[in-house]
Each structure stands twice: as structure tokens, then as C-alpha cells.
């Protein structure tokens, strides 16, 4: 009973707020708020359109609302692709890392066996990671790469605008994959000479792994000192 009174008393002040508005507007357009709903998670929402004339009196005209329905159809799905891309950045990063691991390690622990100097020699690790990056590249580049890259007036790289462009992660993942295949190659060049020249070097490959600038740096300073030591004991003899 008290539902059916709260009822009738709805819709006649709706029928009320009806004529006031036809009175004051022969043709008007109003949110008709309460009818905003949500379902499986998209808003859907109607506008209420009145018109009066004089042969069919007023009525009503329940219009949906779409709009908010398609944006956010489209939030979601961006939503989605961002979450597909970084859960791709992140695979590859981890791919990556531990893809180079096993080279530093026989460098390290085993420098002159057979197996080592044929696993360095080989050109597969490369050709793998340089495919993993070119794909990364791919998926990361947007119109606007180029222009980070070169924002600066003169077509020089400045830092904000490369810190902008790193902050995908899907940039930075291309990014580390292109440290891995550069810092193993020139863990190979350090390994390599020292076999060439019997120098020490897996102080200098385990430095490179990480600090590559540095590795390079230690085994030029390694293979100077020892040179030095060699004609030394050379001269004395």
C-alpha cells in the first residue's frame, strides 16, 4: 500500500513538473537524472525530451545517451592495450636479462674452454636480441619519438625531452634491450683480447655486465700495467 501511494505521488509530481516546464517552454530537452544506471560496468543514461502542441498535448520522449556508453567502451579497451603492452615490456625485460646471463658466465668461470670460445664466436645471441629489439621499437615508436629525440632547435638530443620518451615502458624495455646486446659485445671484445694477448680479463667482463664504460676502461688499464710488466721482465732478462 505504501509503495503504491509512494507511486502515484511520484508520477504526479512528475505529470506537475511536466506541465510547469511545457508552460514555461513549448519545446524543451532535460537529464532526467534518476534514470542513470549502470550496467556490467557501462553507464548508460537517457535525456527526457518534452513536446506540446495543440492537437496531441504534451509528451515524452526518452532519448538514450549514448555518449558516455562509447567513451567508456573506449577507455577500456586503451585500458586493455596499455595493460597488453606493458606486460609485453616487462616479459621482454626479464627475456633479455636472462638470456645474456649464461655468456658471462662461462666468460667468468670458464675463459678458455673449448665451450666458451665457441658460444663467444657465435653470432645466434645477437641476431636474437636484435630482433626482440626491433620489434620493441616498433610497438613503442608514435609520431612524436622522432621530435623527442631531436628537440631541441639545433636537431640535438636534450634530456627532458629524452626522459618524456623513456617514460613508456615499452621505450625503456627496447632501451635495456639495446644495453644487453652492447654491453655483451663489448664483454666479447675485452674476452676476446685478452685470450689474443693472455691478459686477465673476468674482472673486466663481470664489470661490463653492469657498468660496461667502466669494464672496458679496468681492462685497458689491466693490459697496460701487464704490457708494462712483460717488457720489464723482458729488459731485466
Known sequence: ?????????????????LLTSVAKHPTSTFALKAV????????????LRTEWSFMGGSRAIVIPNLGRSDMRQRTLRLHASWLASSQLAGDAFTLGTAAVLPFYTLMVAAPKADLTRKCMRSSIP???????????LYISWTP????????????????????KMFSKETTLASAWIHLLVVDLYAARQVYQDGLDNDIETRHSVSLCL?????GILIHAITKALITTSRGSKTEMH
Open 36 to 47: 542513470n544506471n549502470e550496467i556490467y560496468g557501462v553507464q548508460i543514461g537517457y535525456s
Open 210 to 214: 653492469l657498468f660496461c664504460p667502466i
Open 1 to 17: 500500500m505504501a509503495f503504491s501511494f509512494c507511486l502515484s505521488h511520484h508520477q504526479m509530481a512528475l505529470k506537475i513538473n
Open 144 to 163: 612524436d619519438t622522432f621530435r623527442l629525440m631531436f628537440s631541441s632547435k639545433y636537431w640535438l638530443p636534450e634530456l627532458p625531452g629524452i626522459a
Open 126 to 136: 645477437y641476431v636474437v636480441l636484435g630482433v626482440l629489439y626491433t620489434y620493441l
